[in-house]
């Protein structure tokens, strides 16, 4: 069994801030593990994956996440919000590899004040 | 990267009509498609596993007389939802994967039952 905890439904930063948007997993096997966003009445895009190689993960649009085996954790960050940055992010698990089923977080809400 | 489309992006239909959503692969075989639901400002559930050329494999609580799903070819995976009521109003999204990469997601479809 997987599962994903992303605490809170809402992140709040100023433009030029930090990102950190917080993400605990719960897998019985080596996770592969996943960050993506959703703009408003749109699909996913992936930010960057972790899948068994380096522990710090570098996405699109300056994103990175570390991945933390002794936390069970793999939190999103960026070091600098841009207004574009505002969307919808989900953190997803998948035991069985990157092309196989995905168990999602509820999701965080990130807004970015001007 | 991979191309997933979605088509519908969006319908209403009236309640008791069945409304049938596609999901194609633009640039890449996928032998297997996912099905995801998604409730406002509520994460992905996972519906149904689409095995090209075989039943699809739904998750428990799917109804799969109410959620039919066809994987006829390589590159096409239809969702039709039966005699849909108000409650089956939500966006419906569909995964392909190429092979050992990561998951691709469609745009989402917006089903209104009125």
């Known amino acids: 069994a997987q599962s994903v905890t992303q605490l809170g439904s809402h992140v709040s930063v100023s433009e030029g801030a930090l990102v950190l948007l917080r993400c605990n997993y719960s897998s019985s096997v080596p996770p592969y593990l996943f960050w993506y966003v959703q703009y408003p009445n749109q699909g996913l895009q992936l930010l960057l994956k972790?899948?068994?190689?380096?522990?710090l993960v570098k996405g699109i649009n300056d994103f990175e996440a570390e991945f933390k085996k002794s936390e069970t954790s793999f939190h999103l960050t960026k070091p600098s919000a841009h207004m574009s940055d505002a969307a919808e992010y989900f953190c997803a698990v998948s035991s069985t590899g990157a092309n196989s089923k995905l168990t999602f977080g509820k999701g965080i809400t990130l807004s970015v004040r001007p | 990267g991979a191309v997933v489309s979605q088509h519908p992006s969006r319908v209403i239909c009236k309640s008791g009509t069945s409304v049938k959503i596609e999901c194609r692969s633009l640039d890449f075989q996928a032998t297997t498609m996912f099905w995801y639901r998604q409730f406002p400002k509520k994460s992905l559930m996972l519906m149904a596993t689409?095995?090209?050329?075989?039943?699809?494999?739904?998750e428990q609580g799917v109804e799969k007389d109410k959620f039919l799903i066809n994987h006829a070819s390589l590159t096409l995976s239809t969702l039709t939802v039966t005699s849909a009521h108000p409650e089956d109003s939500s966006f419906y999204i569909c995964?392909?994967?190429?092979?050992?990469?990561?998951?691709?997601f469609g745009q989402g479809t917006r089903l209104t039952v009125v």
């Open positions: 972790y899948t068994s190689a380096a522990t």
């Open positions: 995964s392909a994967t190429p092979r050992n990469t990561e998951a691709f």
């Open positions: 689409s095995n090209e050329g075989s039943k699809a494999t739904y």
